[in-house]
């Protein structure tokens, strides 16, 4: 199969009208099969040429059945007969071959670009997830590639066929009759399309407008019901249904004023192709009249005026979508357009997996140069060692892992892996040496044995069921009714605290990874859970080179090494013991969790 190129470059912002640039961006992909593209524009245009004959024909006969022989009565009209049929048959032939031959098309290049969208969206950064509403940015993407076969189909098989066939009719009344009928034809076209452009550029914008209030509406409801148990909790039904609905007028509103000018669109139209058409009809009956034309000359007429205005009392419609349709595909080219801020090095290198000492080297970072978040972070991990970094809430913790993950780039300093620096790497195959378990573990709405075989999809069966032995789950999934069929709902919600943790581990050592990362992977937890849980992480990280990030200190206290971290600075660092006996932040840390813990044990046993 011939493969589309790698992709368009970025748009200008949706705002501006530049179709010619998103058409001129949409052919290469439909031009990879350019042999399907020809064969079908040949159709098209053997398909008018039939169309335009058929009333050519129907003039032959209503003049031949005008003779008064009794031969010509017989044989003339019967072969005028077959002809018409076999025109008619033809016209359908080639417009069928045509669809026929164009679908295949169509349909690789809206898969072509989908994958490339679909891959783009996973390779921005975090940052720009984090930023956009999901709802609206699959409304963009959902729009962008139906939009693909809508332009094309009323491209090919509407617009452009339309005016082949209109520049077959006025060349053929140029040829046969007096120069004023190609001329109130040519006007009444020239009037038509001109009205109907205008108009139409003028409700694109309202269209625009309507698509913006519409994606707005559509993550109005998708975070609302994405976040189904917080509405719950707060009793808010009815004010996330307000919260709707209060964009859902802004829609409604722009719909109706939508509705309007399409109204005066339709009018318009309507009026221009009855001036026209009665031009042309006086035209005719004053030939005939005088005897310039025959009868057969005004049905010929007629006959093209059917045929061209029937299909241009769709223009305005047409072309109203075909620039929607551009507008959609433009916003969704607009999405592969944007800047990665997070991308390989035209020399980056692959990581060789193996034991791995990971070092943060003066490393400064700041999600907004306003807020700095990190101030000169040096420690190193040794390979196979664990270091946990421990301290209040903000005091940049988890942006150590989205750091290491190159989620996001530092700002100074580096991240380095056995001595080398992490943005002279690949990121497929710096994110393959690294696990994670995570804070809060979000589970496909799917089944259990498919969320753990995450971890690495191409895994046997057997491989699967051993990480889930190896996290503890096996008892858990024998009890299931549906066992590893279970499925786990959206975000794992059928699932506990504990349970979606173990599945995270399970999924996590069937990566097998060299570097593992715990990122606060038991604060949701109770006690008695965690507890439960540490087993299985301890086991995880045994031979691994580990970053343990945690509010709770209980969890971090066989670390090689505890680092204390407050307002994005190092405050204190050494082992468990050390830092308690030195009386510090740590310490002091220490002493109230634990205060914490007897009131928690306290309140359980009553």
Not at 145 to 154: A, K
Not at 238 to 257: C, H, M, P, S, V
Not at 300 to 329: K, S
Request: net charge neutral; proline share 3%; aromatic share 8%.
């Amino acid at each position: 199969m011939r493969r589309a190129p790698s992709g368009p470059q970025a748009l200008p912002a949706s705002g501006d009208r530049h179709d010619w640039q998103t058409i001129k961006k949409l052919v290469p992909y439909l031009w990879a099969y350019k042999w399907r593209v020809l064969f079908a524009l040949g159709c098209l245009i053997s398909a008018k040429f039939a169309n335009v004959t058929v009333p050519l024909i129907f003039k032959q006969l209503v003049d031949g059945l005008d003779i008064t022989r009794e031969q010509a009565i017989i044989v003339v009209p019967a072969a005028l007969l077959v002809a018409y049929g076999a025109l008619r048959f033809s016209t359908s032939l080639f417009t069928e071959l045509r669809e026929i031959v164009f679908a295949r098309v169509t349909q690789e290049s809206v898969r072509e670009i989908s994958l490339q969208v679909f891959g783009h969206l996973h390779a921005l950064s975090l940052r720009f997830h984090l930023e956009r509403q999901t709802g609206g940015l699959t409304r963009d993407i959902e729009r962008g590639t139906r939009s693909i076969g809508s332009l094309i189909s009323y491209t090919l098989y509407s617009i452009l066929p339309t005016f082949v066939e209109i520049s077959l009719v006025i060349g053929i009344l140029l040829v046969k009759y007096e120069p004023s009928f190609a001329i109130i034809t040519l006007v009444t076209l020239v009037l038509y399309v001109t009205f109907t452009f205008k108009v139409t550029n003028w409700r694109t914008a309202l269209r625009r407008q309507a698509n913006e209030l519409d994606s707005a509406a559509n993550a109005r409801a998708i975070d609302s019901l994405i976040n189904y148990e917080t509405v719950k909790y707060f009793n808010n039904e009815a004010f996330e249904t307000r919260r709707y609905d209060t964009e859902l007028k802004k829609w409604t509103a722009a719909q109706i004023t939508n509705q309007k000018s399409l109204s005066l669109l339709n009018m318009g139209q309507a009026a221009i192709i009855a001036v026209g058409v009665t031009a042309m009809m006086w035209r005719a009956a004053l030939g005939v009249s005088n005897g310039s034309m025959t009868l057969g000359d005004l049905v010929l007429v007629n006959a093209f005026l059917i045929q061209l205005y029937i299909p241009l009392n769709f223009l305005g419609v047409l072309y109203r979508e075909i620039r929607q349709a551009l507008t959609d595909i433009e916003r969704m080219f607009g999405l592969m357009g944007t800047h990665r801020e997070v991308a390989d090095a035209p020399t980056a290198g692959a990581l060789a997996r193996g034991p791995a000492e990971v070092r943060f080297e003066q490393v400064g970072f700041a999600y907004d140069p306003s807020r700095p978040i990190l101030h000169a972070v040096d420690f190193c991990i040794p390979a196979g060692a664990t270091v946990a970094v421990v301290g209040h809430s903000g005091s940049g913790k988890s942006t150590l892992a989205r750091l290491l993950f190159r989620f996001y780039d530092v700002q100074q300093g580096a991240v380095r892996i056995n001595g080398q620096d992490i943005r002279q790497l690949t990121q497929d195959s710096l994110r393959a040496a690294i696990g994670i378990v995570p804070q809060d573990t979000v589970l496909f709405n799917d089944t259990l044995f498919y969320n753990i075989q995450y971890g690495r999809p191409e895994a046997s069966r057997e491989e699967v069921e051993a990480a889930a032995r190896a996290a503890q789950l096996q008892d858990f999934i024998a009890r299931l009714p549906d066992g590893w069929q279970t499925r786990v709902g959206e975000r794992g919600l059928k699932l506990s605290g504990g349970e979606k943790q173990r599945v995270a581990i399970a999924r996590t050592l069937l990566k097998n990874p060299d570097i593992l990362i715990f990122d606060e992977a038991t604060s949701a937890l109770d006690s008695k859970t965690e507890k439960a849980i540490q087993a299985q992480l301890d086991a995880a990280a045994r031979g691994r080179t580990t970053l343990i990030i945690a509010h709770r200190l209980s969890t971090v206290m066989n670390a090689d090494e505890i680092i204390v971290l407050d307002q994005g600075h190092i405050l204190e660092r050494g082992s468990h013991a050390e830092l308690l006996a030195r009386g510090g932040a740590y310490a002091q840390m220490w002493a109230l969790q634990l205060e914490e813990r007897a009131a928690e044990e306290e309140q359980t046993a009553a």
